[in-house]
Each structure stands twice: as C-alpha cells, then as structure tokens.
C-alpha cells in the first residue's frame, strides 16, 4: 500500500522564529537598509535580584571568625586551651567512614 503525500508542506521557518524577523530578514535582502533587529528583554522576577543579593553577601562575609581564632589564640598562650582527644578521635573516625563510604559509591 502507498501513502501519496496529500498535505500541503510545512513552512522552512526554523524553531523560535517569528513572522517578524522573516519580514525584516527580506527588507535586508532587498537591498533598502540594513534594520538592526529589536532588543529582546528578559525579566527573571524577584527570586534572581534575591539571589544575586545573597550571593554578593555571602562572597563579602569573612571565611573566618577573626574574633573565635583571637580567642584561641589567647587560650593557647594562656595554657587554657585544652584538646579533647575523645572527641578529636570520634571526628577523625566518622570523617574516614564518610570518605570510605563515598568513594565506594
């Protein structure tokens, strides 16, 4: 059995081009001017400027408490700064089984 193509064939316009820019496209061609094509504008919403504030807050905070490692530093000098080594081990272990279990996935 043979289909015979009854239909009309589909326009040559590629995705996302508009009516418009085949008109301004064929002004061009004809030699009149050459038509900058119009700007096209783009609004996000609220939630980009949210986080384009919180980005620049976050890439302007200290990495580090300048205050809590003075604080140290004076403990250290003091001879009041203590290691626990409980907690120091307990930290160490569940550190290397997370790395365990990571690098087996």
Do not use: C, W, Y
């Not at 003075?70 to 550190?95: P, W």
């Amino acid at each position: 059995m043979k289909i015979d193509k009854t239909s009309k064939p589909l326009p040559t316009t590629k995705v996302g081009e508009s009516t418009a820019r085949g008109a301004a496209t064929k002004a061009n061609t004809s030699g009149v001017g050459a038509a900058k094509p119009d700007s096209t504008s783009v609004h996000l919403g609220t939630t980009t400027a949210q986080l384009r504030s919180m980005e620049s807050a976050i890439a302007s905070a200290p990495i580090v408490d300048a205050k809590k490692v003075a604080e140290i530093k004076q403990a250290i000098t003091d001879g009041r700064f203590q290691v626990n080594s409980g907690v120091v081990a307990d930290k160490l272990i569940t550190t290397v089984r997370e790395l365990i279990s990571a690098g087996s996935r």
